[in-house]
């Protein structure tokens, strides 16, 4: 053997040899804030292998709060930020460049949830009800039940904050409150233990953002092919979801920290049958129910829906003929 192609043998068998090792991603930290169904399809992006098989190595970080997520995001810790876009509307109203490019459950995804004295919507009059936090998707959904019904949210029953789903359904089995608005596996796991599911909020028909993707214009910028391969891998996530039912289970199971496969089962067909969107484009149809929702700021009044949103990298990826490739 020459000396030349016993060299190259050498420096193939090296530990560190560029021709021995596998390309790596481009790093991106991905912040989320709510640990239910409405993060599945990221979180199977993650774990099948399809957020890499796009070019990215994705680190998904959980932030427990919306507020600080989106906080992250301006800051730049967390690039790309999923959950409502509630919190990119409030951001972007005090300045900050922040916008959402896609969305992948476009209504509220939550069930109000009762005890089970409770059978009518008049039966809630008086009682009290609990939300994550005031401004939440959980907040918002509960008061536009009650306003659709001919109640005052603010007169007619008692709105606590609970700080999460788990623990309102905790207070409900503590007696302390008499409902609140849950999404699965939390919704699932309610009924088993008796409690009533009044009402899917889905059902009122209003554009949300429940479930989006939010980063900045100044970041969009100059990491436009990121964002791009990484919503990319959110759509193929969400056909993968669909069509892998048991791997979706074990992600469900491994994330949520439940056990149950009733429960798991009852989620997955929840969200695979109601809510997740296989093309997530966002609409200023969901930003202009945020900013009605938050009318008292002057601001709000007078801003454009269009303006909290970006459609173009979604347009971009259904023209390639990428969404087309999956079907």
Request: glycine letters at 10%.
């Amino acid at each position: 053997m020459k000396q030349s192609s016993i060299a190259l043998v050498f420096i193939l068998l090296l530990p560190g040899s560029v021709f021995a090792q596998p390309k790596e991603g481009v790093k991106l930290r991905v912040g989320y804030s709510v640990i239910s169904a409405a993060s599945l399809v990221t979180w199977v992006a993650k774990d099948a292998g399809i957020f890499r098989r796009q070019g990215l190595d994705v680190d998904l970080i959980y932030i427990g709060s919306a507020t600080k997520a989106v906080a992250a995001t301006i800051s730049g810790d967390t690039p790309i930020t999923q959950g409502a876009g509630t919190g990119s509307v409030l951001a972007r109203l005090s300045g900050a460049d922040t916008v959402w490019v896609g969305t992948i459950l476009d209504t509220t995804n939550q069930s109000l949830v009762v005890v089970p004295a409770i059978r009518a919507a008049q039966d809630l009059r008086g009682k009290t009800l609990g939300v994550t936090r005031f401004g939440s998707l959980s907040d918002f959904g509960l008061r536009k039940y009650l306003q659709s019904v001919g109640m005052d949210p603010d007169r007619d029953v008692k709105i606590l904050q609970m700080g999460g789903l788990p623990e309102t359904l905790a207070a409900m089995q503590g007696g302390f409150i008499q409902g609140g608005p849950l999404s699965s596996p939390i919704l699932t796991k309610a009924k088993m233990l008796g409690f009533n599911e009044l009402i899917d909020l889905g059902t009122l028909g209003i554009k949300y953002p429940a479930t989006s993707f939010i980063t900045t214009e100044s970041y969009l910028k100059t990491n436009r092919s990121v964002v791009t391969q990484f919503l990319k891998g959110i759509i193929e996530g969400a056909f993968y979801v669909k069509g892998h039912k048991d791997f979706s289970l074990g992600v469900l199971r491994k994330y949520t920290k439940i056990n149950e496969l009733p429960i798991l089962e009852d989620t997955y067909q929840i969200y695979i049958q109601r809510y997740i969107r296989p093309v997530p484009l966002p609409s200023p149809e969901e930003a202009k129910t945020v900013l009605d929702q938050i009318k008292d700021n002057p601001k709000a009044r007078t801003a454009d829906p269009a303006s909290f949103i970006r459609t173009d990298v979604m347009a971009e990826i259904e023209q390639s003929g990428f969404i087309r490739s999956l079907r």
